[in-house]
């Protein structure tokens, strides 16, 4: 760094100007006067940084102790990419031809956080909070929409804490497109329109990652589109495909069908060749808007009403279902093995009715069952790297829109606007959807 008194050729003019000698002046007063002078200076089309001196007593620049920098939106400069910039804060006193050693600074970004750390909806708010910084290997995405999903119900009501390194903000899946790159990240660029999945942090406006979690968001896709796939086809593909190990011309059975993961579940199912997806739901409504869908199910049945199990027997000739997709637990436990078929596997992804149930093991003996549960978001990073490579390579490219010619789409419940993010939790928390809860950012 260059210092000396070359630096401060007119250093007088300055005390003259203030009418108290330099050294006498408080830190805050010399701030003050200095910050009169401070220049902001565009960097680009979303960037911007501002030059803020320390000094110690007695010395104008010959001292100069460090320059904080601010970055907004833009991958963070080094001393080599500011060298040269200049700070003339008047009447000729100094020319500061390099400033070294920077500092970034968190600037505000909006979120919607918990009063409270936890509890009911009424708990949901539009807050601030510093916005993160890529380390090594992340990005920072600046976030166009987000999904909705049920762990976020329970993380909010203090019953799901996020995995250990995650951020305490709710909602892991959002669209959006890349802001900042960290260091040694060479795949992506800034400005890339992107999808990603996250251990927490979706309920705001900016988002860092691993660049292992996000890919590239189609262009025939919204961001709205785009938001509603990490979470529930990642958790539907693992379920079917690396849990359960689904084999063409295999018979499926799907709860929860008309969810999110349910609806992309039936479909992956279709996709991969299953032969019969028999799919539950609660209301007759629901229902009838699967046997809508393009790549819907072959068979449904309201488990209100129906015995599902004998739905799955009479549609796969007694034969029984080679994978059953549940996320209900004890109420749907003895129908569910009643459903599998011999060599049968049940990937469990929840226990909305409750995890306590009276088990009758012979079944899962003589009918050689693998019964497996699996969760995704608790999933050690390379894990889950590995599963969005597959599925970027093998399912992505096929899913459209609602009104698109792909085989696979997405289908949205309802839009909000993050503002009314009380009434899009409600709106889950309802059993109400068919298909998923975006959230835009705006």
């Known amino acids: 760094m260059t210092t000396g008194h070359s630096w401060c050729r007119n250093f007088a003019s300055v005390r003259n100007f203030i009418g108290t000698p330099w050294e006498n002046l408080s830190r805050v007063r010399r701030l003050a006067i200095l910050g009169l002078f401070l220049p902001f200076k565009q960097l680009g089309k979303d960037s911007i940084y501002v030059s803020i001196l320390y000094f110690r007593p007695f010395c104008f620049l010959n001292s100069l102790k460090r320059c904080q920098v601010v970055i907004l939106n833009k991958k963070v400069l080094g001393p080599s990419q500011i060298l040269g910039f200049s700070v003339a804060i008047g009447f000729g006193a100094c020319k ?34 510093p916005t993160p910084t890529p380390g090594p290997g992340q990005v920072l995405v600046k976030i166009k ?14 019953q799901y804490p996020p995995p250990a390194g995650s951020s305490i903000i709710l909602g892991v899946e959002f669209s959006g497109h890349i802001s900042a790159l960290g260091a040694g990240v060479s795949d992506w660029k800034v400005n890339d329109e992107v999808l990603g999945l996250a251990g927490g942090g979706a309920y705001a406006e900016f988002i860092v990652l691993p660049s292992s979690h996000i890919l590239h968001k189609p262009s025939h896709l919204s961001w709205t589109e785009a938001a509603s796939i990490p979470e529930n086809f990642l958790t539907a593909f ?26 992309s579940a039936i479909q992956l199912a279709r996709f991969y060749g299953a032969k019969t997806v028999t799919a539950t739901a609660s209301t007759k409504e629901k229902l009838d808007w699967l046997l ?151």
Do not use: C
């Open 238 to 263: 693992q379920a079917l495909v690396l849990s359960a190990e689904l084999k063409k011309g295999g018979n499926v059975l799907v709860h929860a069908a008309a969810s999110g993961v349910g609806v």
């Open 145 to 158: 929409a987000f999904g909705l999903n049920r762990m976020d119900i329970s993380q909010r009501e203090g």
């Open 96 to 129: 500061m031809m390099d400033i070294g050693q920077h500092v970034t600074r968190h600037i505000a970004m909006r979120a919607i956080l918990i009063k409270d750390g936890k509890g009911p909806v009424e708990n949901l708010y539009l807050g601030e909070v």
């Open 292 to 442: 809508t869908l393009p790549l819907g199910p072959t068979h449904v049945a309201n488990y209100k009403t129906e015995d599902f199990s004998q739905t799955v027997k009479k549609a796969t000739d007694n034969k029984g279902a080679d994978v059953v997709v549940d996320f209900v637990g004890k109420t749907h436990w003895e129908r569910n093995i009643e459903s599998l078929a011999v060599d049968g596997h049940m990937t469990v992804l929840a226990l909305l009715s409750g995890s306590r149930a009276d088990v009758d093991l012979s079944p899962i003996l003589y009918k050689r069952l693998r019964i497996q549960g699996s969760t995704l978001r608790s999933r050690s990073v390379p894990y889950q790297a590995d599963l969005i490579d597959r599925f970027g390579r093998e399912v992505l490219k096929h899913i459209t829109g609602l009104q698109g010619p792909g085989p696979i789409r997405v289908y949205i419940h309802k839009v909000y606007p993050w503002t009314d993010i009380q009434d899009a939790h409600r709106e889950m928390q309802s059993n109400a959807n068919s298909g998923k809860i975006i959230v835009e950012v705006v």
